[in-house]
RNA sequence: GCCGGAGUGGCGAAAUGGCAGACGCACAGGACUUAAAAUCCUGGGUCCGUAACAGGACGUGCGGGUUCGAGUCCCGCCUCCGGCACCA
């Protein structure tokens, strides 16, 4: 055994897995093992894990996310493909920004420093990466080519004859711009694809700067769990509610989980319906014509015989043109109370129904009812046209809202099955609907969509509950917009690219990096900066962190290209789409990473992706073939990590007491991928010793002692030392017998199987078992020792490695890395005779053996005269024997 | 409320409709040791039963069902986790 003398107090260590990482740590980075090459001819696997945002300390989560990734990478590599397995840093975001707030020290000070710590504890694990390829997304050779997509989006718009995006120049001119240049800039303003609004957004007023809808949860920031509040500025905005249908289709071709997929169809929100006109009744004449009806959208046009009101939310265009004289006070009171309520008021005491009567009244359609128009906070602005029939009958929220205020209700649908139909809103029957009475729900809507289309009076129309995406940040550590403010006649600015040849656009130097309470960025303090000479204004916003992460598994099939964001030579290979390649599975063949960016990054690139390849610029329709989910590691108290709770567990502390290799393992090992697991450090320490026994299977106990001494004459990090350790004597040149292939070929088939399924804590699980088996094996047979390392290799590559390169004689190759994998022979598997269960009435009785291609009628027999089974059987006649070949057989009686 | 996912020993878990609990942790007993650590061996769902070995009954959140046979399939519930939530 080892021991480590100069720390009495430490226990005994299975193994020194210290001198071993070190050691091949220095031989990988030295060899470029892992160097990826776009001109092989071997088949090629793109595996990637979700860049992590540089903070002070790796976290135990990432290193699950990062050692699923590199035992597939490992994997693939030894079954013949081509692997790119790329590590990077999406580095520009908050937590660098708020240092800089508190200590005046410079972002890029601190993300440098975070870098350096994760780089350094990312490759003490040793994980398989390509570093050639390395990616900072704050550097200034990244964000230009972010800065350049933004170009793109900038100049396209999205051509709904074609469902694609297109160059802003192919837009067409209507008659009405003809001649004017400023007439066409505005029309093409307002189609670009990054555009400009002054709107209501969410602001932040802790964190000083506005944030998307998916960073908003339940009225608060996702970061720091601020409250936000709506306020309106001057924002950029990108138009992916132009890609919903896009975005929700493509869904079907890729290999994501359902959850994943159902939470992106979720967010998109598409919901059918209608579109339909509602006359104001008795309008006063003041009121021009266009606005003399209310649009509404509603998925139950079915039911429009049962609307008895209508419904505007409070910040609807025609409120106050509506209003009656008498009404008037009651309605400015209540816009006042809603607008003074947050929006996290509006939801959480959104029990209570409020609102007020106009005074005003629409005809319904259908039946030319006159009918009341109210205002109230349930209905949104901000979803479908603002503006609701109410049907109290077949909507929960109407019929909560008729109770409180006394409208009538009318029941258009009978429920199927005769029951009480107030309330129900799922599909029935049609009734007291004139020519839509008597059909069922999905034809009632069919034909009342063609009737209110012959009429002119509306429409079948799709809603989504996306909305564009909020870009830019009040911040200083993001990428500045490559926009300029020009100055126009009449004092006015007006927004214009700037040149490629310009880019990269980087930020001036600040030393103040405070948010202004009045929203305008940091950046504006540059004035040297923002003011150029010919008095033309930068625009002073940054883009969100997202920015950079949208893109980069693009730039890294081609990180090093000054002259492209990625050639098209390297974007097909990697992605899959050059001549020859297998099709059918465009993309990044693995993509591994937490759910929490199910709606943020993951929807984001989908649509910066979608844009790049409708304007030819990558190859594929989707970034991301086949992804997968890894589940959070919680506290060993079952709780999510978190330093007030103090069960945060360190990497650093974890890799000094049991390495690299345990880390990893245990990570895999301690359930299915996709679960959120509790850690535990006494896991930790049992796949140690699983190491442990794997090590000892190998070395010679007496060469330990040598290693041993040799570490306490020269130092416990001389590399001579492992030198000492030797090949136990027990593995020899000898054929296997039938028991030991089979043993192995069991491991094979398991280890194959589960990592092909993503089962790494089961494909452990049969390492372990070969391992239990081998120990007590007299001669090793070295040809499976060898096998059962490259098994190992995925896994535990360090000591795979150290083992390997102890058996394998001087002129072997210097790396396990491109072992072949092994082959499973199902021949050695097979048996002779098989151990077969005998129930009576469906409960194990006895178990007999019977020769493997046996007859049905002999193993019958066998089975009705085993001793054990009769006992149960007494007096009663067999009624039937269920045999099934191989597995068991069933005696009824 | 709606949409996902999950409920199996003391714990993490495993099980193409066919022997429930592989593998690991923790625990207990033993070997080695002056002793400990490390290592090795053995044990283990619960209950009844036996001097012991036998032997038996029950057992995968709860209640039904399909089946020769259900952790697995179907119906109805309960609990936990995640997401969405006045989205018309």
Redesign the pocket.
């Known amino acids: ?1 080892l021991r480590w003398n100069s720390i009495p107090t430490m ?2 260590k ?1 193994y020194d897995h210290r001198q071993i990482e070190l050691k091949w740590h220095a031989r990988w980075e030295n060899a470029d093992f892992y160097k990826a090459d776009e001109d092989s001819a071997r088949p090629k696997f793109y595996v990637l894990e979700m860049l992590p945002y540089p903070s002070g300390t790796l976290h135990i989560g990432h290193i699950r996310n990062y050692s699923i990734g590199d035992a597939l990478a490992r994997y693939k590599w030894m079954r013949g493909y081509n692997v790119l397995h790329p590590m990077g840093w999406d580095a520009f975001g908050l937590p660098a920004e708020q240092y800089a707030i508190r200590t005046g020290q410079h972002p890029r000070k601190t993300t440098e420093a975070n870098i350096a710590v994760f780089k350094r504890q990312i490759k003490a694990l040793g994980f398989s990466y390509d570093w050639s390829r390395e990616i900072d997304t704050t550097a200034p050779g990244y964000f230009k080519w972010t800065q350049w997509i933004f170009l793109k989006l900038y100049n396209s718009w999205f051509n709904p004859a074609t469902g694609k995006a297109e160059p802003i120049e192919t837009l067409p001119c209507p008659p009405e711009c003809a001649g004017s240049p400023d007439a066409l800039r505005q029309h093409r303003d307002g189609k670009r694809l990054a555009y400009v609004t002054e709107a209501p957004v969410w602001w932040c007023e802790e964190l000083g700067t506005v944030l998307a809808n998916e960073e908003v ?1 339940e009225g608060r920031s996702e970061v720091g769990g601020f409250p936000v509040t709506r306020r309106p500025m001057r924002q950029w905005m990108l138009r992916i509610t132009a890609y919903a249908e896009r975005l929700l289709r493509g869904l079907e071709q890729i290999d994501w989980s ?2 994943l997929k ?2 992106q169809r ?2 998109i ?1 598409r ?1 059918d ?1 209608a579109e339909v006109q509602f006359r104001l009744a008795d309008a006063p004449s003041d009121i021009p014509e266009a606005d003399r009806a209310i649009l509404v ?4 046009p079915d039911t429009l015989f049962g609307a008895t009101y209508m419904v505007l ?1 409070p910040e609807h265009k025609l409120v106050d043109l509506i209003t009656t004289p008498e009404q008037r006070a009651a309605v400015a009171d209540y816009k006042a109370e809603v607008a003074r309520k947050s929006d996290l008021e ?2 959480e005491l ?1 029990r209570q ?1 409020t609102g007020v009567f106009t005074g005003a009244h629409a005809v319904n359609p259908v039946n030319n009812e006159k009918i009341p128009i109210w205002i109230a ?4 602005a901000s ?2 046209t ?1 503006a ?1 029939m109410a049907v109290p009958g077949h ?1 929960t ?1 109407d019929l909560e809202f008729a109770r409180k205020f006394n409208l009538p209700v009318r029941l258009v649908v009978q429920a199927p099955g005769g029951a009480d139909s107030t309330g129900f809103v799922g599909d029935g029957v049609s009734v007291n609907s004139g020519f839509l009475s008597g059909l069922p729900t999905p034809e009632a809507k069919t034909k009342i969509n063609a009737w209110l289309e012959e009429k002119g009076l509306g429409r079948a129309t799709v ?1 989504f ?1 996306l909305r564009d995406w909020l870009f830019s940040r009040q911040r200083y550590w993001g990428e500045p917009f490559p926009i300029l403010w020009k100055p126009a006649p009449g004092g006015a600015f007006r927004h214009e690219a700037i040149p490629e040849s310009a880019l990269p656009l980087q930020p001036p130097d600040l030393t103040d990096f405070k948010p202004a309470a009045t929203g305008e960025p940091p950046l504006a303090r540059a004035k040297d900066w923002v003011c150029l000479p010919d008095g033309s204004r930068r625009e002073t916003n940054t883009m969100p962190q997202w920015a950079g992460s949208c893109w980069y598994y693009l730039r890294f099939t081609d990180a090093r290209n000054d002259a492209q964001f990625c050639g098209a030579g390297p974007e097909r290979y990697w992605m899959g789409t050059a001549p020859g390649q297998a099709a059918g599975k465009p993309g990044v063949d693995l993509y591994v990473g937490g ?1 929490e960016h199910a ?1 943020l990054h993951l929807l984001y690139s989908r649509f910066w992706h979608n844009v790049l390849f409708d304007l030819g610029y990558v190859s594929t329709p989707e970034p991301f073939f086949k992804l997968v989910n890894q589940g959070l590691i919680l506290g060993e108290d079952g709780q999510k990590m978190s330093k007030s709770r103090g069960n945060v567990i360190n990497p650093d502390d974890i890799l000094r007491e049991y390495g690299a290799d345990a880390l990893r393992l245990y990570e895999m090992f ?3 991928l996709e ?4 850690w ?1 450090t ?2 930790v ?3 140690y ?2 190491l ?2 794997v090590w000892r299977l190998f070395v010679d106990e007496k060469s330990e002692t040598e290693f041993e001494q040799h570490q306490t004459a020269h130092g416990q990090d001389d590399p001579e030392s492992l030198a000492r350790v030797e090949l136990s004597r027990a593995i020899r040149d000898v054929p296997p017998t039938p028991t030991q292939l089979k043993t192995l070929h069991a491991c094979i088939k398991k280890v194959t199987e589960d990592l092909d399924g993503f ?1 790494f ?2 494909a452990i ?1 049969a390492l ?2 070969f391992v ?1 088996d081998a ?2 094996w007299e001669t090793k047979p070295a040809a499976v020792m060898r096998e059962f390392l490259v098994l190992l290799h995925p896994f535990a590559p360090h000591l795979a490695e150290e083992l390997r390169s102890k058996m394998a004689g001087p002129n072997a190759a210097a790396t396990i890395a491109y072992e072949p994998w092994p082959a499973f022979d199902p021949a050695v598997l097979a048996e002779d005779t098989i ?1 077969m ?1 005998v ?1 009576v ?5 006895d ?1 007999i053996i019977v020769p493997i291609g046996a007859p049905e009628a002999d193993i019958r027999a066998a089975a009705l005269a085993s001793e054990k089974a009769r006992q149960f059987m007494e007096g009663k006649p067999v009624k ?1 024997v ?1 045999i ?1 070949p191989r ?2 057989v ?1 005696i ?1 009686v």
């Open positions: 055994m226990p005994e299975p949860v359902d959850s159902e939470m979720n967010w929100g919901s319906g959208f509603t998925t139950r939310s509006r939801t959104a129904k906070d349930y209905v949104l979803y479908g603002g609701i909507d929220r809603n509950k759910i709606v301690m359930g299915p679960m959120v697991k509790p535990s006494k896991g320490e049992g796949v010793r699983f442990g026994r089962r804590n089961t699980s372990m078992v239990n120990i007590t151990e269960p129930q009435n469906g409960k194990l009785r178990k039937k269920i099934v597995r068991l069933n009824v």
